[in-house]
């Protein structure tokens, strides 16, 4: 009778002990479904980690890599819900890899210098001319001394000469074009000609007379990444790093929608010609200027205010004008000249 009892407790005990069958189905499940995500996360940031923007779809989904530890981290607790080891410690060298990336780019360090020079900065893409009078208004609040305007068609073009008097705004550099490929350079002191960056879309420049400093000023518009167009965006890119260089250190101001951001290799080397972000100096790095209907923080940072790093920065903002997909940037940049002078 007892060794009976024993093995039918003996019996009780395997079954409770044994995982259901559901559990096991649940634990497969989640454990497809961690390295499903892991895998996808992980290609991206490859690509980052390799200093390369790779192929359709990398460099689209590039732009929104703060938003990567989403899956990530979703992907990491799939993995501990179905207690697979490998995919735990994956998901944790994901996340730290993101985590790293995330971080802003560029040194911020300010000029030694004294300052000898200030200006307001603001760039809009206006979408077509939709939001420009929104960014009438701003230009009234902000008062800015250079203006950016990208895809300002030829009614865009009409209305600031309208709207906006010439004794404010006496100087142009521009492109006049329709629909995206107009673009236009506003300012308050002296510009004097010079030859913009080539582009598919217009992107005028000049150089500005700032308080008795030649100034190299340049919008920047190149086209998006665009399934098919990859290689357009990377080569008018590389096109906006050559001027950025051919500037051998002379004072340089390039802003636009650049169509990138920090996270694309194509950018950074903008960047590394000898370029600082104004908005990386000033404080709101991530704050995102696309897509505009976009609840902060989601989107990304696509237009920049770029600057030799004579300059230093403050007051940066984002402002929504709307009728454009775009936030406007606006932001003071004040040069200073070298400490070796005097």
């Known amino acids: 009778m007892d060794s009976a009892e024993s093995v039918a407790v003996g019996a009780d005990v395997e079954e409770e002990t044994d ?6 189905r649940v634990g497969r499940v989640a454990a497809w479904a961690a390295g499903l995500l892991l895998a996808g996360v992980s290609v991206v940031a490859g690509f ?5 923007d790779g192929v359709t779809p990398v460099p689209q989904i590039l732009a929104f890599l703060p938003w990567l530890l989403v899956p990530a981290g979703a992907g990491l607790l799939m993995a501990v819900l179905a207690r697979w080891r490998v995919g735990m410690l ?3 060298l994901v996340l730290g890899v993101l985590a790293w990336y995330v ?11 004294p300052a000898v020079a200030e200006v307001r900065v603001l760039t809009s893409n206006v979408e077509f001319g939709g939001g420009t009078e929104g960014l009438i208004k701003a230009v009234r609040e902000e008062r800015p001394d250079l203006l950016f305007v990208e895809e300002c068609d030829f009614a865009c073009s009409a209305l600031l000469r309208k709207e906006l008097p010439r004794a404010d705004y006496p100087h142009r550099a521009s492109v006049e074009a329709s629909g995206a490929e107009g673009s236009v350079i506003l300012a308050k002191m002296p510009l004097k000609s010079a030859a913009g960056v080539e582009g598919t879309l217009g992107m005028p420049g000049a150089v500005a007379d700032i308080d008795g400093h030649d100034v190299r000023v340049q919008l920047a518009h190149p086209m998006p990444p665009l399934p098919r167009g990859v290689d357009l965006w990377r080569s008018e890119l590389g096109r906006i790093q050559r ?5 051998d250190g002379a004072p340089t101001i390039i ?10 290799a194509a950018f950074r080397k903008v960047l590394d010609a000898g370029l600082r972000d104004a908005a990386r100096i000033a404080g709101p790095s991530r704050t995102p200027s696309w897509p505009a209907t976009a609840p902060a923080p989601l989107g990304a940072q696509i237009d920049h205010v770029l600057a030799t790093p004579d300059f230093s920065a403050r007051d940066a903002r984002f402002l929504d004008i709307g009728n454009t997909d775009h936030r406007a940037l606006a ?5 200073h000249k070298p400490a070796t002078e005097r």
């Open 19 to 24: 995982p259901p069958e559901a559990r096991r």
């Open 48 to 52: 980052r980690v390799a200093d390369s």
């Open 90 to 92: 994956w998901g944790v």
């Open 103 to 113: 971080q802003p780019y560029g040194n911020t360090d300010a000029p030694s210098g």
């Open 243 to 247: 001027y950025a260089a051919a500037g």
């Open 255 to 264: 802003a636009g929608d650049f169509n990138a951001t920090q996270d694309h």
């Open 331 to 335: 932001v003071t940049l004040t040069l």
